[in-house]
């Protein structure tokens, strides 16, 4: 298996665009997270699914955030729009399970300037 | 309010000695502790893992050692090799419905050869 595949790798836009980024889970695994890791905050968990639905989006920052999990093979995190501040590294991970190890991908680096 | 702990950025040792990297909790509800790695420009990957019902877990060169009553983790690695250098993430997380995976932020081990 691939693993974890994240687009794109790296992202610049400015402040005030939408912003897309894209998962695909290893194939078989019923868990997608999405983190966001920052100098400040560390990797935090901003959302997960199980079965392709939301289950806790408690770590979502604001409205602004939005994440859809159409089917198994396939989730995006909308930033809209994007600010300065969200600039960060997304990473994207799946398991098998909640409790299974999670596969993390590479992950996307977003800049917002 | 940060409830993982690692309160050491770096860590620089020699070849062949022993690696230390400490972890300490606040939420008394975390009851499963697990290890990440990560190289540059890659996802986290998953190292080892300790339930709460244990305070000692091996896997090769890599030991964990967890203090409930101190709320203290550490991973030993022994002997430290120039490949290991990389950033080491500690996580917790309280299981059944409270689960959440939460990160430390990180201490980045040099293993100089």
């Known amino acids: 298996d691939a693993g974890v595949i994240q687009s794109p790798r790296h992202e610049v836009t400015e402040m005030g665009q939408e912003v897309t980024l894209r998962c695909k889970p290893i194939?078989?695994?019923?868990?997608l997270f999405w983190y966001r890791q920052t100098m400040m905050r560390g990797l935090e968990l901003l959302i997960y699914?199980?079965?392709?639905?939301?289950?806790?989006d408690s770590g979502m920052p604001e409205d602004r955030f939005s994440a859809k999990m159409p089917n198994a093979s396939f989730s995006t995190l909308k930033i809209q729009p994007s600010e300065p501040r969200d600039s960060a590294v997304y990473f994207c991970?799946?398991?098998?399970?909640?409790?299974?190890?999670?596969?993390f991908g590479p992950g996307t680096r977003l800049t917002v300037t | 309010d940060q409830q993982v702990k690692q309160n050491s950025p770096s860590l620089s040792v020699q070849e062949g000695r022993i690696s230390i990297l400490n972890c300490d909790y606040t939420?008394?509800?975390?009851?499963?502790f697990l290890w990440y790695k990560k190289y540059p420009a890659e996802g986290p990957t998953f190292l080892i893992s300790?339930?709460?019902?244990?305070d000692k877990n091996e896997d090769g060169r890599f030991t964990v050692f967890l203090n409930k009553s101190a709320k203290h983790l550490s991973l030993h690695i022994v002997p430290s090799q120039p490949g290991d250098s990389a950033v080491y993430f500690c996580?917790?997380?309280?299981?059944?419905?409270?689960?959440?995976?939460?990160f430390g932020k990180g201490t980045l081990l040099t293993v100089n050869p």
């Open positions: 939420n008394s509800m975390f009851d499963y």
């Open positions: 996580a917790a997380h309280a299981g059944g419905s409270n689960y959440k995976l939460t």
């Open positions: 300790i339930s709460s019902i244990k």
């Open positions: 194939s078989g695994h019923d868990y």
């Open positions: 699914f199980n079965n392709n639905v939301p289950i806790d």
């Open positions: 991970a799946s398991s098998l399970g909640l409790m299974g190890e999670q596969y």
